[in-house]
């Protein structure tokens, strides 16, 4: 069993700042890949960014220069830190891991609701 769970998010006004965190723990085989994907209300989900194990990153365009992420590979800890904010950013965070050998495994979700 694979467990993944996202915390950090919340209400935050435009042009601020919210980190989020996401582990994963149980059966952890080699990780692939840690990353971000978000989904909002009436939309599809989007690919955020992602992490390598060897440290590579990958951004979607709607956040480069914004959005940094970063992890702690000896926690299975991923990290979103997202910068200047906008009401647009409004979604769930949903956080994503591929495992060699395992698949992908997802978290529960967390809200980000940014006010304009």
């Known amino acids: 069993q694979v467990q993944v769970v996202e915390s950090g998010g919340g209400l935050v006004q435009a042009g601020k700042s919210l980190r989020l965190s996401c582990t994963a723990s149980g059966s952890i085989s080699s990780v692939v890949v840690m990353g971000w994907y978000r989904q909002a209300p009436g939309k599809q989900r989007e690919f955020v960014a992602h992490?390598?194990?060897?440290?590579?990153?990958n951004y979607a365009d709607f956040v480069k220069g914004r959005f940094t992420v970063s992890r702690d590979q000896a926690k299975n800890t991923v990290y979103l830190e997202m910068n200047s904010l906008r009401p647009e950013d409004t979604a769930v965070y949903y956080c994503?891991?591929?495992?060699?050998?395992?698949?992908?495994?997802w978290g529960q979700g967390t809200q980000v609701t940014v006010s304009s």
């Open positions: 994503n891991v591929v495992l060699i050998l395992r698949g992908t495994y």
């Open positions: 992490i390598t194990s060897g440290g590579s990153t």
